[in-house]
């Protein structure tokens, strides 16, 4: 190329690199904002991680990426092991420092899994970042009621609240669980749990809620859900009589095994049932459990809010916007992941005039931190809601779904069957 072809070029480009830098300027007049993602984006939970990737990717589309003069840019990160695929504290650890070291990043959204919030909400918290998440409902992260000693104390390191979930939290979820065992007949059960935050604290929760009703329990144990072989805590619970396996877990940890394996050893309906809660409301969880288990067990779960086919107003638009933007049905907390990114979105609005006043990053978050905490009357997809003074949601509309036969390649679905009260 001759010399002057070359010149010529590199002016055409630089020219094209300064109307960019023009127009980026007019449409973010104020800079650029940051918004980190935390869950695993592998394994079993590809699917459900994946889903509420696009619920904030939908939320951030609805303003066209910008807000109150700010350009909004999505961060996302893996909390998941590569060895195991499921989420890691050490992961999450880093994934949390790494956006409180970000002078743009402003708001941290996450985690799927409660136990990985432990790690992340005290990092936040003494950055006075916000984090909202779309699926965490373990009470303790937010409320005495369920909790553990210290709690939620612990996770504010700093004295404030800066963790908020636009979704009931699980001593509503683990009560009305119970109740519905017992309105479908159930006359003793047997409780297994994963071990985990999540897990043990629903299964506790359904615990107390059904000794309170007079529902027998036979016994609430931990498995090792490592383990490949459940057959010998399952002939435990034939022996015991129990109509009716409780396990509080996820799609991570082994309840695929569980369900599987009640078949084998002849743990299904009408003689023993099965129900969880809504870290098993996954299509995955039928995959790998099989249908012929899932349907023999004549399995239920729970789930916090409404199901999507059954959302008016604000939440049948999402559902609708969503399945056409993306081309698939929405996962289980994909809605709840625009919802908690509209929430932000309104927060950076609200708090715009304190953000043009900040003098330094902190001060940016906090006050997106307050406008966040002073959401009020928030027309969401289950309908007008405002966070209490703990961060939680003050609705607690509750599902009831089944697995049932149907049409295509898994043979099954959960369908709705109730609203749980």
Same mark, same amino acid.
């Given at each position: ?70 350009? =909004? ?5 893996? +909390?998941?092991?590569?060895? @195991?695929? *499921?989420?890691? /504290?050490?992961?999450?650890?880093? !994934? ?100 985990? =935050? ?5 299964? +506790?929760?359904?615990?107390? @809620?059904? *000794?309170?009703? /007079?529902?027998?329990?036979?016994? !609430? ?201």
């Amino acid at each position: 190329m001759r010399p002057s072809r070359v010149a010529a070029v590199a002016v055409a480009l630089l020219s094209l690199c300064i109307l960019v830098a023009g127009v980026d300027a007019q449409q973010c007049p104020k800079g650029k904002l940051r918004l980190y993602t935390s869950w695993p984006m592998q394994g079993a939970m590809l699917p459900e991680g994946t889903g509420m990737k696009n619920g904030i990717d939908l939320a951030v589309s609805e303003v066209g990426g910008v807000v109150a003069g700010h350009c =909004l840019e999505v961060v996302n990160l893996d +909390d998941a092991s590569p060895q @195991t695929g *499921k989420w890691d /504290g050490a992961v999450e650890a880093e !994934n949390a420092n790494k956006a409180v070291g970000d002078p743009l990043a402003i708001v941290y959204i996450g985690t799927y899994n409660s136990g990985a919030a432990k790690v992340s909400i005290p990092i936040t918290n003494r950055a006075h970042m916000a984090q909202v998440t779309p699926a965490n409902t373990y009470p303790g992260l937010t409320k005495k009621r369920g909790a553990a000693p210290g709690e939620p104390e612990i996770y504010r390191p700093a004295g404030f609240v800066n963790y908020f979930r636009p979704i009931p939290a699980d001593d509503i979820q683990g009560a009305v669980g119970a109740k519905w065992a017992k309105r479908l007949g159930a006359k003793k059960v047997y409780i297994l749990n994963d071990q985990e =935050l999540y897990g043990k604290g629903i299964a +506790d929760v359904f615990e107390a @809620t059904a *000794k309170k009703i /007079g529902l027998p329990v036979v016994a !609430n144990e931990g498995i090792d859900w490592k383990q490949p072989d459940q057959k010998p805590v399952l002939t435990k619970i034939r022996a015991s009589g129990a109509d009716l396996v409780y396990l509080g877990g996820v799609i991570e940890t082994g309840a695929q095994v569980i369900i599987r394996q009640m078949k084998e050893v002849g743990l299904v309906a009408p003689r023993t049932r099965f129900m969880g809660p809504d870290g098993l409301l996954e299509e995955e969880l039928l995959k790998s459990a099989t249908c012929d288990a899932a349907l023999g067990t004549d399995m239920r779960l729970t789930f916090a809010g409404l199901p999507f086919e059954k959302m008016r107003g604000v939440g049948a638009k999402t559902y609708e916007t969503y399945k056409a933007k993306f081309g698939k049905e929405p996962t289980s907390y994909a809605l709840y992941a625009a919802e908690g990114g509209r929430v932000i979105i309104d927060a950076i609005r609200r708090a715009a005039p304190q953000l043009e006043r900040a003098k330094d990053v902190t001060e940016k978050r906090e006050a997106v931190r307050k406008a966040i905490a002073a959401t009020k009357n928030f027309e969401g997809i289950n309908g007008k809601w405002s966070f209490d003074e703990n961060g939680d949601v003050d609705y607690d509309t509750m599902s009831g779904f089944k697995a049932v036969k149907a049409d295509g390649p898994i043979g099954c679905k959960f369908q709705f069957e109730t609203i749980l009260e």
